[in-house]
């Protein structure tokens, strides 16, 4: 899922955007309200996590401004205020849910990919399969012929997303947005090195190969073993 974070605290937003990453998600940050009421306009996004207080403009204002525009993307609010009348206060204002502060990051993720499969976001499914090799985005395992597959963070988010178009070739160029969050093509090797790994982790004792290299037009995931 693509999932705008708009949070004024660097730390806590460096927090979310990393741990969103590495859940295998698409997280971008703006850093008041303002910035993140442009953003969700200008762009597509399956959900919103959007803090209450804020500068420029804070969330609850945000919120009412994109409805009043007609922006329906969900959003749920993550705010220290976490009293009933707080909470209503949210909800009526636009938000979907409420999150009072401190939370538990996996109660975030399970609430953001609840509401993305609301949203009916095509990429919101909480398992992923291929055949026999299944991917859990809440327990964040891979796993198989039911053996589990250790990945790093990176290999688990550029997993997600061939999983996500299987069967589908997937360019450099689409690797490089959505799992790098790179708009440009830095010339360096990083797909092929993590795709090498991939490969050595899902393929390397089975007889049906899993991933494979598109010559001249990228890459795609299936049990077909056609290229």
Same mark, same amino acid.
């Given at each position: ?7 004024d ?24 309200g303002? #910035? ?5 306009i ?32 969900p ?43 609301r ?6 499914? #909480? ?19 039911g ?25 450099? #160029? ?9 708009h ?34 990228g ?9």
């Amino acid at each position: 899922m693509k999932i705008l974070v708009v949070e004024d605290d660097t730390q806590a937003a460096a927090f979310l955007v990393k741990a969103f990453g590495e859940a295998g998600h698409n997280p971008m940050h703006a850093a008041d309200g303002e #910035t993140g009421f442009d953003l969700a306009i200008a762009e597509e996004f399956d959900v919103l996590v959007v803090d209450r207080m804020m500068p420029k403009l804070d969330g609850l204002s945000m919120l009412k401004q994109l409805r009043a525009e007609g922006q329906s993307t969900p959003a749920i609010i993550l705010s220290a205020l976490g009293e009933v009348d707080d909470r209503v206060e949210g909800l009526r204002s636009g938000g979907d849910d409420y999150l009072p502060k401190p939370y538990a990051f996996s109660e975030l993720l399970a609430r953001v990919e609840i509401l993305g499969k609301r949203s009916g976001s095509g990429d919101s499914d #909480t398992v992923l399969k291929v055949a026999d090799l299944e991917l859990d985005r809440l327990s964040h395992t891979v796993t198989r012929n039911g053996k589990k597959i250790l990945l790093q963070p990176r290999e688990f988010r550029l997993l997600a997303y061939l999983m996500q178009n299987a069967g589908k070739v997937v360019t450099r #160029t689409m690797l490089l947005e959505k799992v790098w969050d790179y708009h440009f093509d830095p010339q360096t090797n990083v797909i092929d090195v993590h795709i090498s790994r991939l490969r050595r982790k899902i393929d390397k004792d089975y007889d049906v190969q899993l991933v494979h290299t598109v010559r001249g037009a990228g890459y795609k995931i299936d049990a077909s073993g056609d290229t």
